[in-house]
């Protein structure tokens, strides 16, 4: 029997057994589907699963790309994370993965209580001084792009569950509308 | 014949003398015994070879010596008996029964058998045929095209060649053997050759263990063993590892497990435990209620594969794989009966590995207690996946416990995958695979 693949495989859904979720394409497809008929002839059992969200648990971590929400969450996490350019303060990219936010969140509230200038490590290794202002600004900025890249996955969310939202190409589309380059 | 001294002279040793007319001495008269005797020797010689005796060849006497030295033709035969009971026939020998020293080329025609074989010559009474160390021959021993050099020492027939056994190695296959258990009919000082009792101590053995013990006396060469076990009851067994490679079967009933049943109430025992490589259990009913660690099935080395078992209370796993080991199932249906209580339905410990080949159906049949359903401890992996799981909802218990690194994997099952109405857990560094 061939070994489980996530980002190849298929599951009923539910009660429904005209169609399966395909994981490669993200979407349902129907039994008769070519690909599907010749992953079963591998040979390899279709598993169930009771609902979509199973689904989502089952390939979240394993494969995000296949379905459509855990995608979007993905790309929320990947969009986020993948850094944010303030040039009124520095050209070079503020890293912006959950551990260097919560850095700057907290360097911020300290500078408040404490005011001094703080050496800041940006991403391409080089530091920069940062006052309290600074700090205070690049915190606002840091929360205003994470906030929008949270913003865009509930709207996926919504547009997935209202069915506007079928595939993975608009979810890229639409993240690729939140800019990383603020003033 | 005798020497025969001239006629007229009464030494039966005296030589004979030219006559001299000369000096006056008379030569020897050579009786007729003298001229006729010899040529008689001779033709009975060149007759018994098989030759024609021909006054325009006067070197056929030097020929029958080598049809009966080189071409045999005085000591060659096949059997005239059966598998077992060896007889030849060649040209009448001067002392009967064959003394010490007798040696034929022989050749069966039919492989050996386990049992005891025997052999007589020119209708001799038959002595057992053994291997220069005097054990009987088996099988494997011979095999159907072989000429033996039979020798006779005494109280045996004696294989010097033509045996593909080496001394002090195992028996070898070279076909697949066949075996029969029965706990009814049976008796473990049976060949286990038949299914039935028969002659010559043809019979199933009794007991699983006899079983077990009879198919490491072989080289497997690449052939299977297939042990065929009658409905009944059992007690545990210790699987052992075969010699050479292949498969050792062992065939209970598949569609009604639960009429081929293996059981203990021993501490620390389980109903089977599998000590190595190339096992293949199949059709059994398995429980083992004693206290300590009794197991349904305990892989301890290599890999085991299982299909269509059903299991009753356990005390600890219904299935376990052990340090190092790989226990796999492969089809048919696993059965969980109603009050199977178990601690752990599938487990691994300490790099063992659970897995599935073929997806088997899994068939809860009614309210049980498992603690855990699936649990892999010390860098163990579970990999279960089933064709079907009907009655999930009878398990009472944890669905997995992945600790120490270990893994449990669901195969794309999803996140409440295995049965049990508790959720899994995992620490340690234990994960959980959906």
Known sequence: ?183 | MKYNQPFGVSDPNAGYINGNPATGVQGSIPPAESIEYPQREIVAMIAGAGLAPDNGDLGQLLKALKLADVHNVLKIGTNQGTVNQWSMACPALPIMPPPLGTSVWFKPGLASVNGGTTFSLNGSSYLPVVNCDLTPIALGDIVSTAWLLMYCDGPHWQVLAGTTRQFGALPILTHNANWYVNSTSGNDSFDGAASAPGSNNAGPFKTLQRAADEVIKYNQNGYNQIITIADGSYGAVILKKPNGSGTVFWIGNQPNPVNCSISTGVPNTAAIVCNGAGHFVQGFRLSSTGIGNADGIFCTDGLLEVSSLQFGPCTRYHMVAGAGSTLRMQGGVITIEAGAACSVHIGGESTGTIGTGTPPSLNILGPVNISVFARGIQLAIVQAIYASITGKANVHGQQYAASGNSIISASGGGPTYFPGDLPGVVDTGGQYLP
């Open chain 1, 1 to 183: 029997m061939p070994t489980y693949q996530p980002s190849d495989w298929y599951w009923f859904i539910g009660a429904d057994t005209d169609n399966v979720w395909s994981s490669a394409r993200a979407m349902l497809v129907p039994i008769a589907d070519p690909d599907y008929a010749a992953w079963l002839a591998a040979p390899n059992h279709t598993p169930t699963l009771a609902t979509m969200a199973e689904l989502e648990d089952t390939l979240r971590n394993s494969y995000p790309a296949g379905t459509l929400k855990t995608y979007a969450a993905d790309s929320r996490y990947r969009k986020a994370s993948g850094g944010l350019t303030m040039t009124s303060i520095s050209p070079v990219p503020f890293l912006s993965d959950p551990v260097s936010r919560n850095t700057l969140a907290n360097a911020n509230e300290y500078a408040k209580v404490t005011p001094h200038t703080t050496d800041w490590k940006l991403s391409d290794g080089s530091f920069i001084p940062l006052s309290p202002a600074q700090l205070a600004t690049s915190t606002s900025n840091m929360a205003n792009f994470v906030q929008s890249c949270f913003t865009k996955e509930s709207e996926m969310v919504a547009g997935i569950n209202g069915g506007t939202i079928t595939t993975i190409a608009q979810i890229d589309t639409a993240f690729a509308t939140i800019s990383n380059v603020v003033p």
